[in-house]
């Protein structure tokens, strides 16, 4: 088969099977790309006081890895600026917290210029291009000035909002025509595909014609629904590995005569966390028989710390789980323990495997794997209950989970109640269910059915 080429804003480096690395979107294409001779290229994440494009090329585990240094005022206006600040919020529903900024629009442009320009001489005739998410969405018109015929498609990793948010983008229609020159498109869920239909049929005049092909604007494009997974066989060695049963063996030492429920997201506004906790101290308040016998773990890195919002929210969380600890907490027990570092994925497969309850409830995801990941490391003989927003891309496909309205503390505590005293009867039944669609629904069958479909197009 041709070759690969994956483009994406941020690039983790492929460090082999089993290995302790981190990242959702980072995990997906490191496996995809092995399987194809593939190259990927992205952002190095340096800065450069002037644009050069220059090529840092590597090789690592099968996988040729270009990436280019962009300048302080791209980051600002593209990264922090039109993907974080303006699409970012927008697409998770988040209208309030957009920025719309003229220098967003042009430094996003230019950077998917940058992008395109520099990357056009390494395609090959036969090679086929798959582009990553918000950050790249014009990327196929620039390669398309510049000549580029190859089959090129495009993976949305988050939601696609109702129309009625994406009208408020200014620039909607340039955006949406932007993904036209694409000749696949893939959405997580049916949902996002279906908001993007409604999208056309009301604002362009656009209709769905047969096989899933769209047409507006002059234009078709393919589209559908792929629903990403975890790489679950990679998953189960790292819940074998030695580093995921000495976490283990420190959680459960830690839960002697206690549950712990576990949270694992990025601080984001879009995962719910202060939700998560309000919902939680109703727990509290409503079970004082589970005082003393149950806690969260709440592990949550820090992300896009350069933008305002995520400040905000930063201080919000540490207030609010100062407040319920300050409430709730007797002199050997706190009832949240909140962790703002990353933890090898080894590590945080003990910590889910030790979890009676996995608590993952933003207000809206495209997809989100942590779920997934919880569900992989359960011990199927005593395996422990998800907890799911409905609001989650998951969810479509996880129904077997407790699934919640994240906006409803009174939901959320009862879920809770619910998770915590199942019988293991239908904790197993529940599992069983889960297990066999992340396992089937993992990784490889995402890469794979997406592919056979690009390469199917008519090109
Ligand atoms: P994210 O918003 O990053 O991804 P998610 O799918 O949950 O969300 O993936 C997060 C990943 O980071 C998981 O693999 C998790 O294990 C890891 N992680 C989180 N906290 C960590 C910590 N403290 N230490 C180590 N690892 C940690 C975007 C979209 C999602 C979509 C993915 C993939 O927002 O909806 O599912 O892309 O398409």
Do not use: C
């Amino acid at each position: 088969m041709s070759r690969l080429i994956v483009v994406s804003n941020r690039i983790s480096r492929p460090a082999g099977r089993g290995a302790a690395q981190t990242g959702g979107l980072a995990m997906a294409l490191t496996a995809g790309l092995r399987a194809y001779n593939g190259l990927w290229f992205g952002w190095s994440g340096n800065t450069t006081p002037e644009f050069t494009g220059e090529i840092t090329t590597t090789r690592s585990d099968g996988v040729t890895i270009a990436t280019i240094d962009l300048e302080d005022i791209d980051v600002q206006e593209y990264y922090n600026g039109y993907a974080n600040r303006t699409l970012w919020p927008v697409f998770h529903y988040r209208i309030d917290l957009a920025a719309y900024d003229r220098s967003f629009n042009q430094g996003y442009d230019r950077v998917n210029r940058r992008f395109a320009e520099t990357i056009r001489p390494l395609i090959g005739t036969d090679d086929i291009v798959w582009i990553h998410d918000y950050h790249m969405i014009p990327m196929a018109r620039e390669l398309r000035r510049l000549g580029v015929k190859n089959r090129i498609g495009f993976f949305l990793h988050i939601p696609w909002p109702a129309r009625q948010l994406v009208t408020t983008l200014p620039r909607h229609r340039q955006l949406v025509e932007a993904l036209f020159d694409y000749d696949l498109i893939g959405f997580q869920t049916t949902e996002w595909l279906e908001a993007f239909e409604d999208y056309l049929a009301h604002e362009v005049g656009g209709s769905v014609l047969a096989d899933g092909v769209l047409e507006a604007f002059g234009k078709t494009v393919r589209a559908g629904a792929f629903p990403i997974g975890i790489d679950a066989e990679d998953f189960a060695v790292q819940v074998r590995s030695a580093a995921a049963a000495r976490m283990y063996d420190r959680m459960a030492a830690q839960s002697v005569f206690r549950s712990m429920i576990v949270g694992v997201d990025r601080l984001d506004y879009s995962k719910g966390l202060d939700e998560r906790f309000l919902g939680f101290e109703l727990f509290l308040k409503d079970n004082p028989d589970f005082h003393g016998k149950v806690f969260l773990l709440q592990i949550t890195p820090l992300s896009r710390d350069d933008v305002d919002t995520y400040q905000d929210i930063r201080t919000q969380l540490d207030t609010l789980s100062g407040r319920i600890n300050a409430a709730f907490a007797d002199t050997d027990w706190s009832p949240i323990r909140y962790v703002n570092r990353n933890y090898r994925r080894d590590e945080l497969a003990g910590v889910y495997r030790a979890a009676r309850v996995g608590l993952v409830t933003p207000l809206r995801d495209g997809m989100n794997l942590v779920a997934k990941e919880y569900v992989a490391a359960q011990n199927p003989e005593d395996p422990g209950v998800l907890i799911l927003s409905r609001f989650a891309g998951a969810a479509l496909q996880m129904k077997e989970a407790l699934i919640v309205n994240p906006f409803s503390h009174e939901e959320l505590s009862e879920a809770l109640k619910r998770a915590l005293t199942m019988d293991l009867n239908e904790r197993k039944r529940r599992y069983e269910a889960l297990f066999d669609g992340v396992r089937k629904d993992d990784v490889t069958a995402w890469r794979e059915s997406f592919v056979k479909a690009l390469e199917a197009t008519p090109g």
